[in-house]
């Protein structure tokens, strides 16, 4: 099955983004009827009967007749057929590559994970990324034909027109061709982007920032950065970094980061900073469970070990906790500063620890940002969960299945050339 790119602005590219249009409007509605399809996109009734007709052809509308009626026969209603395609969504991240299958409305039905070998190169790594894809398809056990395509939340600096990662700071990579990789491979319509983008995208459509119009994902993992919406679109900057806010200075005498910086948020906020933190204050004397949880040896002190030792009331590790959000309220204040946002979702390991994080995470954002600012945004936890990056990866695809300037890469034509 070869794709075929339909230009944009050409009678068969209007028509493709006519139809998004309508997918669009039955996706968000849930259930709907053709005239009120015809009101919303404004199209004429004949024109959303016939792409109508087309689209149930695809198997990608169903129609059913739970309507309200008022009176005379019950209207006909639309809705996606939800369970009948499935898009692959893939986080690859610092140590393992994760890859879900999802249905078109979000739900995760089958997910696969592995850990890369020590060190990759370029081509392990793609061939650890075709493995898991390989074996999530297998096992969502679907006819052929069900996949529509294969979304990457690849980590690091990410080009996301070409689909290429730039560089993987953590495997020490360059130049790997993710998208036409997997293409190949596949022969599927392939979508990468930044993990924490990619996120930010998920929230968008099935998180907390659903329907909100400028929000900050703001994710702290082995790297921190955030995803930045700016009227319902991701802002990626000009040359793809905008949101590395864990690369902006905190602490002037902090200590150095991977990016060669001294006192970047992430030096302070990052997993091997709290255990540095922690192993500081116990050499400099103070009493800590942790040095038994541990045996003795400091170096074993990590997230999690540090989270335990704080539910048990251990001082030294709910003072590390504090201070990092004191940190993160810091960082937070700054964009709240710049960005202006009505909403910032926390996301990542350290927030399984935020009753101990958030007192003085909210407290620094009031003492730091500007009052209006700070009065017009809420900070909450994601609740999007482990596959959080994963539901962003496979929402890319999803994003240009429904919505009308979405189809110049051929996944309106990969349905098309399969059912029709
Ligand atoms: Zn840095």
């Known amino acids: 099955m070869s794709e075929i790119i339909i230009p944009v602005g050409s009678f068969q590219g ?26 919303l996109t404004k199209l004429t009734p004949p024109t959303v009967t016939n792409l109508v007709g087309e689209l149930i052809d695809t198997k990608l509308v169903v129609e059913t007749d739970l309507g309200e009626s008022t009176g005379g026969r019950k209207p006909i209603l639309l809705s996606i057929n939800s369970t009948a395609f499935h898009v692959v969504g893939v986080y690859a991240g610092p140590k393992k590559v994760k890859a879900v299958a999802a249905t078109l409305d979000g739900q995760v039905i089958t997910q696969v994970e592995a850990k890369y070998v020590d060190n990759p190169t370029g081509d392990q ?16 056990n679907t006819k052929k034909g069900s996949i529509l395509g294969i979304g990457v939340g690849m980590h690091g600096l990410v080009d996301s027109e070409q689909g290429i990662s730039i560089f993987a700071p953590h495997l020490n990579l360059r130049d790997i061709p993710i998208k036409a990789y997997l293409k190949e491979q596949f022969d599927l319509p392939v979508e990468v982007e930044n993990d924490i983008r990619a996120q930010a995208i998920g929230e968008s ?31 990626r900057g000009t ?14 005498n902090g200590p150095k980061c991977s990016c060669g910086n001294y006192g970047c948020l992430e030096t302070l906020v ?20 942790l040095e038994e949880m541990v045996h003795g040896n400091l170096e074993l002190i990590d997230g999690k070990i540090l989270f335990s ?45 935020a009753d101990f994080i958030m007192s003085s995470l909210s407290l620094t954002v009031e003492k730091r940002a500007l009052a209006k ?22 929402t890319l695809l999803l994003k240009k299945i429904f919505t009308p300037t979405g189809l110049v890469d051929g996944i309106s ?3 098309n050339n399969k059912f029709v």
């Open 14 to 39: 209007m028509k493709s983004q006519n139809k998004s249009a309508i997918l669009n409007v039955v996706r968000q509605h849930g259930l709907i009827s053709r005239a009120e399809i015809a009101k």
């Open 205 to 235: 459509w099935f998180g907390l920032g659903k329907d909100i119009p400028n929000f900050i994902l703001f994710r702290v993992g082995t790297g921190v950065g955030a995803g930045i919406i700016i009227d319902h679109q991701l802002y």
């Open 413 to 415: 034509e990969t349905i």
């Open 239 to 252: 040359s793809y970094t905008a949101g590395e806010i864990g690369h902006t200075t905190i602490d002037i």
């Open 309 to 353: 030792a704080a539910k048990q009331n251990d001082q030294v590790a709910m003072d590390v906790l504090e201070d990092t959000g004191r940190y993160l309220g810091i960082g937070i204040a700054n964009l709240i500063n710049t960005l202006n946002p009505s909403l910032i979702i926390l996301s990542g390991g350290v927030f399984g620890a």
């Open 125 to 140: 790594f793609l061939k650890a990324l075709e493995e898991v894809i390989r074996q999530v398809i297998k096992e969502t």
């Open 373 to 394: 600012p700070a009065q017009a945004v809420s900070i909450v936890i994601s609740k999007l969960g482990e596959n959080a990056i994963a539901i962003g990866a496979f």
């Open 270 to 289: 990052g997993g091997t900073a709290l255990a540095r933190r922690a192993q500081q204050a116990i050499r400099f004397g103070k009493k800590s469970i």
